[in-house]
């Protein structure tokens, strides 16, 4: 199979910077890749770095780890950094957040503690339940915008890195609809200098490291790269961009669960999901206008599996109802309820009942890491714009204008495999199969 991108090796260092330095997520994945390197752990999770990827015919018996058929990043190699509202090292916020024991952050305590934050854009406005004093100053959000340009160049020349990845693990940003400043790049840089309400602080994040060639994940659900701007400033630039919202805990089993009614033509009459959590996300979340951020997002993916207006019979008037609450006993070991109410053959009714009792952070920490490896061999391969086959990471994937986004864990799946199988000049698999019959 011909290929179309040329992947350039990774020589040298990669800078990871995260938006969020100090908290649960990015301190979990910041330990974890330091205990990792250094032996002490093993990176469950991540299919960078424990999965492996069928080549060719199932009698060749070719399944070698992703990280060998394509050339990423190593961890030895990661160089990082990022920016907080909260002026203290990670160790201590590592600390604070509880998710990791202290066996495992006093083993990494040098390195953790070694890590400071930048000082952060940030207003309240947006995320109303935060407030921190280490922040920028400025005018203008156009200025705020320059002054993260110049902490990505000046990180890149300490820590004389080529090539960066940004992440945003910050907080989840108030509900924005998508309006006249997003809609192309004149507009929002126009906006920036008028202080428009509607660019929110992860939209300056996004537009600094796009003009600076770094590409962006959005690990939230905010609005920030789903706009027309962004998307024709990354294209540009010729910079990969991905989002929105990690899919770890309850979306990630409903992604699972869905497609099996689907694909049974089990009818479903409703869903009641409800979550218990008691982090620091939760209490942001326990804001009406972030949770209707989160809630959007969240609401969003059985539409998409479903399909009611292929199936009326089956999924036109199903009751989704989506809850978080904030629940301080619990830290960041949230526990999830899911009640599935289904109908079978000749609609008789049936339950499904999902209790999952998980960790934000630990189930977060490694698709931290896919992504800062994956989208720089995105950017290494030529590969700009959004990243649809990394969808596999997203409760609400960005996918190209007229499409829908394709929700089922297992298509995803099967999508970033063959994009890695096309990258490498290797055969895509289809699962066909009628050779082995001949
Ligand atoms: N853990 C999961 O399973 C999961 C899943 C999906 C999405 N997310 C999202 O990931 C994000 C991080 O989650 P978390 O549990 O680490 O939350 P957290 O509250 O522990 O961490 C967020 C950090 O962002 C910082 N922050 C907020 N606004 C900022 C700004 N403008 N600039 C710089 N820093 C800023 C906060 O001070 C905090 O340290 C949240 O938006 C959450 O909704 C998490």
């Keep these: 199979m011909q290929r ?27 330990a974890g890749v330091m205990a990792v390197r250094k032996g002490l752990a093993q990176p469950i999770g991540s299919l960078t770095q424990m999965g492996h990827i069928r080549l060719g015919k199932r009698t060749e018996h070719r399944s070698p780890l992703i990280k060998d058929l394509v050339d990423l990043a190593k961890l030895d190699d990661l160089a990082f950094g990022g920016w907080d509202i909260r002026n203290e090292n990670c160790y201590e916020s590592a600390v ?17 503690q070694a890590l400071q934050p930048m000082k952060a854009v940030f207003d309240r406005f947006y995320v109303k339940r935060l407030q921190g004093s280490h922040v920028k100053k400025g005018k203008t959000k156009f200025d705020w915008m320059e002054k993260l340009r110049e902490d990505i160049r000046s990180f890149k020349e300490q820590q004389e890195l080529d090539r960066c990845v940004l992440i945003w693990c910050g907080s989840t940003e108030v509900f924005i609809s998508m309006n006249g400043v997003h809609k192309n790049l004149k507009r929002f840089e126009e906006g920036m200098k008028k202080n428009h ?10 537009y600094a490291a796009l003009k600076e060639g770094v590409p962006f ?25 991905a989002g929105k919202d990690f899919k770890t805990g309850q979306t990630l089993v409903k992604t ?28 942001v979340l326990d804001d009406p206008d972030s949770f209707k951020t989160k809630e959007e997002s969240k609401l969003s993916v059985l539409e998409g599996i479903l399909q009611p207006e292929l199936y009326p019979d089956l999924y036109k008037d199903y009751y989704h109802k989506v809850r978080i609450n904030y629940y301080p006993p619990r830290g960041d070991n949230k526990e999830s309820w899911d009640n599935i109410d289904i109908f079978g053959w000749l609609s008789y009714p049936m339950q499904v009942k999902i209790n999952f009792l998980c960790r934000d952070s630990i189930l977060a920490a490694p698709i931290v890491l896919d992504l800062v490896l994956f989208m720089d061999l995105a950017q290494r391969a030529g590969m700009k714009g959004i990243q649809e086959w990394l969808s596999f990471y997203f409760k609400s994937p960005m996918v190209a204008k007229g499409l829908y986004p394709e929700h089922d864990l297992f298509i995803q799946l099967m999508k970033l495999k063959n994009t890695l199988r096309y990258l490498k ?12 019959y001949d």
Aim: negative net charge; hydrophobic residues 45%.
């Design 425 to 436: 000049g290797e055969e895509l698999i289809t699962h066909l199969g009628l050779e082995y």
């Design 217 to 241: 994940a959005n690990g939230a659900p905010n609005l920030t790269l789903d706009m027309p701007a962004m998307i024709e400033l990354a294209k540009e630039n010729n910079v990969p961009i």
């Design 197 to 206: 309400t509607d660019i929110a602080p992860s939209m300056l994040y996004a």
């Design 256 to 283: 699972v669960i869905a497609p099996m009614l689907k694909a049974r033509l089990l009818g479903l009459s409703g869903w009641f999901s409800s979550n218990i959590l008691g982090n620091r996300d939760g209490e």
């Design 4 to 30: 179309l991108h040329e992947i350039q090796k990774p020589k040298g260092k990669l800078g990871v910077l995260l938006v969020g330095l100090n908290g649960a997520v990015s301190t979990t994945f910041l």
């Design 96 to 112: 604070h957040a509880g998710v990791l024991h202290r066996e495992h952050l006093d083993a990494v305590k040098k390195e953790l």
